[in-house]
T-cell receptor
């Protein structure tokens, strides 16, 4: 298994500002994943983050809005840029691998006002 | 393409009732993995079980049990003698084997257990 520490756990932000979410894993992993969960909805994959290369974004998500860093094999950040109320969601990072399964951080509950 | 369907959107039961959450999946892969997660109101996603496609044995963990049937592409989850603390959203998910192993989630089932 993998233990993931995600922070902040929640935040209330003003529209137009940016928030950076951090995830720290207790072991080295090749890929990390970032998800958005809008209110009452399921999880939607934003991007896959590989160490040493640019993140791969899913359809509907762009780097300018959700820049991701992956400076080493245990850490990643997701920034939600120029926020609007529509960005109010839970954001989750995960570690996924067929050999170990899929484990998630505690989630960041973001409210944009 | 992978697809996961959770038949029930919401279920409401009274404490001590048994409840089954249904999950039906679609995949063309022969190697795949199935998961169940619990999401309480706090928002974290709690891992419950992982099952690979070659292991059809049912599993029991305390009050929780899972029934995996490849013939019907189903991976159902039963809570026996439900408790108020079981109230949460439950997600079923599918992961492909191999190198392209993204998770596909169902839409979730909101379970409310009333005292």
């Amino acid at each position: 298994s993998a233990v993931i520490s995600q922070k902040p756990s929640r935040d209330i932000c003003q529209r137009g500002t940016s928030l950076t979410i951090q995830c720290q894993v207790d072991s080295q992993v090749t890929m990390m994943f970032w998800y958005r969960q809008q209110p009452g909805q399921s999880l939607t994959l934003i991007a896959t983050a590989n160490q040493g290369s640019e993140a791969t974004y899913e359809s509907g998500f762009v780097i300018d809005k959700f820049p991701i860093s992956r400076p080493n094999l245990t850490f990643s950040t997701l920034t939600v840029s120029n926020m609007s109320p529509e960005d109010s969601s839970i954001y989750l990072c995960s570690v996924e691998d067929p050999l170990i399964g899929a484990f998630f951080g505690q989630g960041t509950r973001l409210t944009v006002v | 393409a992978q697809k996961v369907t959770q038949v029930q959107t919401e279920i409401s039961v009274v404490e001590k009732e048994d409840v089954t959450l249904d999950c039906v999946y679609e995949t063309r892969d022969t190697t795949y993995y199935l998961f169940w997660y619990k999401q309480p109101p706090s928002g974290e996603l709690v891992f419950l079980i992982r099952r690979n496609s070659f292991d059809e044995q049912n599993e029991i963990s305390g009050r929780y049990s899972w029934n995996f049937q490849k013939s019907t592409s189903s991976f159902n989850f039963t809570i026996t003698a439900s408790q108020v603390v079981d109230s949460a959203v439950y997600f079923c998910a599918l992961m492909r084997g191999g190198s392209n192993y993204k998770l596909t989630f169902g839409k979730g089932t909101l379970l409310t257990v009333n005292p």
